[in-house]
């Protein structure tokens, strides 16, 4: 897996998780692992813009700090 395809699939699942969580009140996922992908997923972002810049909708997650959207 490339980092370009390691960071597009921490933000689907971060994205896919926190509107389960925020929207249909639910949780498919412990926290600990959420954690752990926003985590990792802000870490890609910052070690590598310009992976991150080529994923579609990286804008969404530009300022993000792990607390959701």
Not at 9 to 23: D, K, P, T
Not at 25 to 50: C, Q, T
């Amino acid at each position: 897996m490339t980092i370009a395809e390691k960071i597009r699939q921490r933000m689907l699942q971060v994205f896919v998780h926190s509107y389960i969580y925020y929207e249909l009140n639910d949780n498919e996922v412990p926290d600990a692992k959420y954690d752990k992908w926003s985590h990792e997923l802000i870490e890609l972002r910052d070690k590598y813009p310009d992976e991150f810049k080529k994923i579609r909708h990286h804008e969404l997650f530009e300022d993000f700090t792990g607390s959701g959207f």
